[in-house]
C-alpha cells in the first residue's frame, strides 16, 4: 500500500516578537493512502512539501507543531535564550519589583511574586526561551528569592485537570496510530461527498463527532484531516501552492481551518485550553457543577449553529472553483475497503473512548472523577497493547504542556492566596464604576478586548496562561454572573484560534499546506471571527437565559 508522508512547513516570517510557537512546525508524518486517481508522488514533489512512501505500521512522532532548526540553514539553530526577548521579559518583573509602588494593601511577599509572575508571562509572549524552559525559570526564580517555599511553588503538579489534560493527549495519539479517526473522517466523505459543499460539512461534523475524545485542535487537523484534505485535493487536480489550488483545496482547508474552533468550543474535552480556563476559575473560586455536561449545554446551541453556518457562508464568500465532487464518495469507500475491516486496536479504542466519555458524564454520580476515568481508559490502552509506553514517552507537547502549566496555575494560585487577585478586582471595579457601565455592557467590552488581544499571540493556551484570569477578575468586578463569565471566556478562546495563520497549533498546520495565501487567512479570518461573534452573541443571549446563567 502506497503511503503519503505529509510535512506541513510554517515558513512567512511573522509580524511580531514570536514565542516558540511560531517557529516553523513539522506535522507529524500520518499514512493515508492516496486514490488510484492521484498523479505519482514525485509529480507533487515542492519545497513546501515532501512526499515519501512510508510503511503503514511505525511508531509515530508526536502530534502536535514542534520546535524545528531553520529551514534555510543546515547547521543548528543557535543555542540557549535570544537576547532582545530576555532582557525585555527580566525588565518587565524588575520594573515592577523596583520602580512601581507598593500598594499599603499587598504585602511584600505578593509584590514580589506578582514582579516574577508578570516576567513569566512577557517571556511566554515574547519567547526568549521555549515556553516550558522560560517557565522553569520563573519557577526556579520563586523559590531561589524564598517567595514561594518548594512544596507551594510545585503543589500544581499534582493537579488533576493538569494530568487530565496530559492523559488527552495521549488519546490523541491512540487516535491516530489505531487510525480509527481516519476511518471515521473517511465515512463522513463517503456519506456526504458528493458535492464540495456536502464534502466541507462531512469534514466539519466529522471533527464534531471525534473532538470529545480527541482533545487536541491541532492533533486532529495534523493527524486526520489535513492529509484527507490533501488526498482529496491532488485527486481533483488542485495543487498546493499552484494557481489549481483554489479548485478544491483552498476552500476545503480554509472551511475546516474556520470550523475547527466550533469543534472545540462544543466539549468541554475538545481542547486542551478549555480544561485549563474551569481550572483558573476554580483557583478565582467559581466552581462549575458536573462541568462536562454544564458546559456542552451552554455550548451546544451557538456551536452547532455556527458549525452549520462556516462551510455555506464560506462556499459564498470564498468560493471553490469545483463545485461537484462526484468521485469523492467512490474514492472514499475504495479507501475504507483498502484499509479493510475495524482492526481489533480500533475496537479497543472505541470501547475505551466510550467508557471514558461515559465517566466524564455521568461520573460526579457515581463518584468517578474526570481524571480518573482519564486514568482508566489509559490504563486499559496500556493493558491492551494500542499505547505502549514509549508512545507516551514520545508525546513531548503532554510533558511540555505538564510543565509550564502547571507553573503557570501554581503561580495564579499563590497570587489568589496572597490577595493580589481581590486588590486587582477591587482596582477594576472602581475603573468600571466611573465609566457607569452596566455589566452587560462590560461583558462585551471585555469580550471583544480579550478576543481581539489574541493578534499579538501564537498560542490558546498562552493567551490563557497569560490573560484568562485577570479578565475573569474583571468580569467578576464588574458585576458579571460569576458561572457565565467563566464559561464565555473559555468559549472565546476557542473562537480565536482562525483569527491569523500563528493564531494556534492547526492553524500552523492548515496553512503550512500550502493551500492558503496569508491576505487569505487573515481577511478570511476576521470576517469569519465576526460572523461567529455575531452567532453566538446573538443564540448564546438567548440559550444562556434560558439555561439560568444569568
Same mark, same amino acid.
Given at each position: 500500500?502506497?503511503?503519503?508522508?505529509?510535512?506541513?512547513?510554517?515558513?512567512?516570517?511573522?509580524?511580531?516578537?514570536?514565542?516558540?510557537?511560531?517557529?516553523?512546525?513539522?506535522?507529524?508524518?500520518?499514512?493515508?493512502?492516496?486514490?488510484?486517481?492521484?498523479?505519482?508522488?514525485?509529480?507533487?514533489?515542492?519545497?513546501?512539501?515532501?512526499?515519501?512512501?512510508?510503511?503503514?505500521?511505525?511508531?509515530?512522532?508526536?502530534?502536535?507543531?514542534?520546535?524545528?532548526?531553520?529551514?534555510?540553514?543546515?547547521?543548528?539553530?543557535?543555542?540557549?535564550?535570544?537576547?532582545?526577548?530576555?532582557?525585555?521579559?527580566?525588565?518587565?518583573?524588575?520594573?515592577?519589583?523596583?520602580?512601581?509602588?507598593?500598594?499599603?494593601?499587598?504585602?511584600?511577599?505578593?509584590?514580589?511574586?506578582?514582579?516574577?509572575?508578570?516576567?513569566?508571562?512577557?517571556?511566554?509572549?515574547?519567547?526568549?526561551?521555549?515556553?516550558?524552559?522560560?517557565?522553569?525559570?520563573?519557577?526556579?526564580?520563586?523559590?531561589?528569592?524564598?517567595?514561594?517555599?518548594?512544596?507551594?511553588?510545585?503543589?500544581?503538579?499534582?493537579?488533576?485537570?493538569?494530568?487530565?489534560?496530559?492523559?488527552?493527549?495521549?488519546?490523541?495519539?491512540?487516535?491516530?496510530?489505531?487510525?480509527?479517526?481516519?476511518?471515521?473522517?473517511?465515512?463522513?466523505?463517503?456519506?456526504?461527498?458528493?458535492?464540495?459543499?456536502?464534502?466541507?460539512?462531512?469534514?466539519?461534523?466529522?471533527?464534531?463527532?471525534?473532538?470529545?475524545?480527541?482533545?487536541?485542535?491541532?492533533?486532529?487537523?495534523?493527524?486526520?484531516?489535513?492529509?484527507?484534505?490533501?488526498?482529496?485535493?491532488?485527486?481533483?487536480?488542485?495543487?498546493?501552492?499552484?494557481?489549481?489550488?483554489?479548485?478544491?483545496?483552498?476552500?476545503?482547508?480554509?472551511?475546516?481551518?474556520?470550523?475547527?474552533?466550533?469543534?472545540?468550543?462544543?466539549?468541554?474535552?475538545?481542547?486542551?485550553?478549555?480544561?485549563?480556563?474551569?481550572?483558573?476559575?476554580?483557583?478565582?473560586?467559581?466552581?462549575?457543577?458536573?462541568?462536562?455536561?454544564?458546559?456542552?449545554?451552554?455550548?451546544?446551541?451557538?456551536?452547532?449553529?455556527?458549525?452549520?453556518?462556516?462551510?455555506?457562508?464560506?462556499?459564498?464568500?470564498?468560493?471553490?472553483?469545483?463545485?461537484?465532487?462526484?468521485?469523492?464518495?467512490?474514492?472514499?469507500?475504495?479507501?475504507?475497503?483498502?484499509?479493510?475491516?475495524?482492526?481489533?486496536?480500533?475496537?479497543?479504542?472505541?470501547?475505551?473512548?466510550?467508557?471514558?466519555?461515559?465517566?466524564?458524564?455521568?461520573?460526579?454520580?457515581?463518584?468517578?472523577?474526570?481524571?480518573?476515568?482519564?486514568?482508566?481508559?489509559?490504563?486499559?490502552?496500556?493493558?491492551?497493547?494500542?499505547?505502549?509506553?514509549?508512545? =507516551?514517552?514520545? !508525546?513531548? +507537547?503532554?510533558?511540555?504542556?505538564?510543565?509550564? $502549566? &502547571?507553573?503557570?496555575? %501554581?503561580?495564579? @494560585?499563590? /497570587?489568589?492566596?496572597?490577595?493580589?487577585?481581590?486588590?486587582?478586582?477591587?482596582?477594576?471595579?472602581?475603573?468600571?464604576?466611573?465609566?457607569?457601565?452596566?455589566?452587560?455592557?462590560?461583558? =462585551?467590552?471585555? !469580550?471583544? +478586548?480579550?478576543?481581539?488581544?489574541?493578534?499579538? $499571540? &501564537?498560542?490558546?493556551? %498562552?493567551?490563557? @496562561?497569560? /490573560?484568562?484570569?485577570?479578565?475573569?477578575?474583571?468580569?467578576?468586578?464588574?458585576?458579571?454572573?460569576?458561572?457565565?463569565?467563566?464559561?464565555?471566556?473559555?468559549?472565546?478562546?476557542?473562537?480565536?484560534?482562525?483569527?491569523?495563520?500563528?493564531?494556534?497549533?492547526?492553524?500552523?498546520?492548515?496553512?503550512?499546506? %500550502?493551500?492558503?495565501?496569508?491576505?487569505?487567512?487573515?481577511?478570511?479570518?476576521?470576517?469569519?471571527?465576526?460572523?461567529?461573534?455575531?452567532?453566538?452573541?446573538?443564540?448564546?443571549?438567548?440559550?444562556?437565559?434560558?439555561?439560568?446563567?444569568?
Amino acid at each position: 500500500m502506497e503511503s503519503l508522508r505529509i510535512a506541513a512547513s510554517h515558513r512567512p516570517p511573522l509580524l511580531l516578537p514570536s514565542p516558540h510557537q511560531l517557529r516553523r512546525r513539522h506535522i507529524a508524518a500520518v499514512p493515508l493512502s492516496l486514490p488510484h486517481t492521484s498523479l505519482s508522488l514525485s509529480s507533487h514533489h515542492h519545497h513546501h512539501h515532501r512526499f515519501a512512501p512510508t510503511p503503514f505500521r511505525r511508531r509515530i512522532p508526536p502530534l502536535l507543531a514542534s520546535q524545528t532548526p531553520n529551514p534555510e540553514a543546515d547547521s543548528p539553530a543557535p543555542a540557549g535564550a535570544k537576547l532582545a526577548p530576555l532582557l525585555v521579559s527580566l525588565a518587565v518583573g524588575l520594573a515592577v519589583r523596583f520602580l512601581a509602588p507598593r500598594p499599603p494593601e499587598v504585602s511584600p511577599q505578593a509584590w514580589q511574586l506578582l514582579s516574577i509572575f508578570l516576567s513569566t508571562i512577557a517571556g511566554l509572549v515574547l519567547g526568549p526561551l521555549p515556553v516550558g524552559a522560560w517557565a522553569f525559570l520563573g519557577l526556579t526564580a520563586a523559590v531561589a528569592t524564598h517567595t514561594l517555599p518548594f512544596a507551594a511553588a510545585f503543589s500544581a503538579f499534582t493537579n488533576e485537570v493538569i494530568w487530565l489534560i496530559v492523559i488527552s493527549f495521549f488519546f490523541a495519539r491512540g487516535f491516530v496510530k489505531t487510525g480509527l479517526g481516519d476511518r471515521i473522517a473517511t465515512y463522513f466523505v463517503k456519506w456526504l461527498g458528493g458535492s464540495t459543499l456536502g464534502l466541507s460539512y462531512g469534514l466539519t461534523i466529522s471533527e464534531a463527532f471525534i473532538s470529545p475524545a480527541m482533545p487536541s485542535t491541532t492533533a486532529r487537523a495534523g493527524g486526520v484531516f489535513l492529509p484527507i484534505i490533501k488526498s482529496l485535493s491532488l485527486s481533483a487536480g488542485s495543487k498546493p501552492n499552484h494557481p489549481s489550488s483554489r479548485k478544491l483545496g483552498s476552500y476545503l482547508v480554509m472551511s475546516q481551518f474556520q470550523a475547527a474552533g466550533n469543534s472545540s468550543a462544543l466539549f468541554l474535552t475538545a481542547a486542551a485550553q478549555n480544561l485549563l480556563c474551569l481550572k483558573l476559575a476554580e483557583e478565582l473560586g467559581i466552581i462549575v457543577a458536573n462541568p462536562w455536561v454544564a458546559w456542552f449545554k451552554a455550548a451546544s446551541l451557538p456551536a452547532i449553529a455556527s458549525l452549520l453556518a462556516t462551510p455555506y457562508l464560506l462556499y459564498k464568500i470564498f468560493p471553490p472553483e469545483t463545485k461537484d465532487t462526484p468521485d469523492a464518495p467512490a474514492l472514499a469507500a475504495e479507501k475504507l475497503e483498502r484499509m479493510g475491516p475495524v482492526t481489533k486496536n480500533e475496537w479497543v479504542m472505541i470501547g475505551t473512548m466510550l467508557l471514558a466519555v461515559s465517566l466524564w458524564v455521568f461520573g460526579d454520580a457515581i463518584g468517578v472523577s474526570s481524571v480518573v476515568a482519564a486514568m482508566l481508559g489509559l490504563s486499559i490502552l496500556l493493558l491492551l497493547g494500542v499505547l505502549d509506553w514509549d508512545d =507516551c514517552l514520545n !508525546e513531548k +507537547s503532554a510533558w511540555d504542556t505538564l510543565a509550564w $502549566f &502547571a507553573v503557570l496555575v %501554581g503561580m495564579a @494560585g499563590q /497570587l489568589t492566596n496572597l490577595g493580589i487577585v481581590s486588590w486587582m478586582s477591587s482596582c477594576v471595579a472602581k475603573l468600571l464604576e466611573s465609566f457607569s457601565l452596566s455589566w452587560p455592557a462590560a461583558f =462585551c467590552v471585555l !469580550e471583544a +478586548s480579550y478576543f481581539l488581544i489574541h493578534y499579538l $499571540f &501564537a498560542s490558546q493556551t %498562552g493567551h490563557v @496562561g497569560a /490573560l484568562y484570569s485577570a479578565f475573569l477578575a474583571m468580569h467578576v468586578a464588574a458585576g458579571v454572573p460569576r458561572v457565565l463569565s467563566a464559561l464565555a471566556l473559555a468559549f472565546n478562546t476557542n473562537l480565536f484560534g482562525a483569527l491569523t495563520h500563528y493564531s494556534s497549533g492547526q492553524a500552523a498546520v492548515y496553512f503550512g499546506a %500550502g493551500y492558503l495565501e496569508l491576505p487569505d487567512v487573515f481577511r478570511m479570518g476576521f470576517v469569519t471571527a465576526l460572523i461567529n461573534i455575531l452567532i453566538w452573541g446573538v443564540v448564546g443571549t438567548f440559550w444562556w437565559k434560558l439555561l439560568g446563567l444569568y
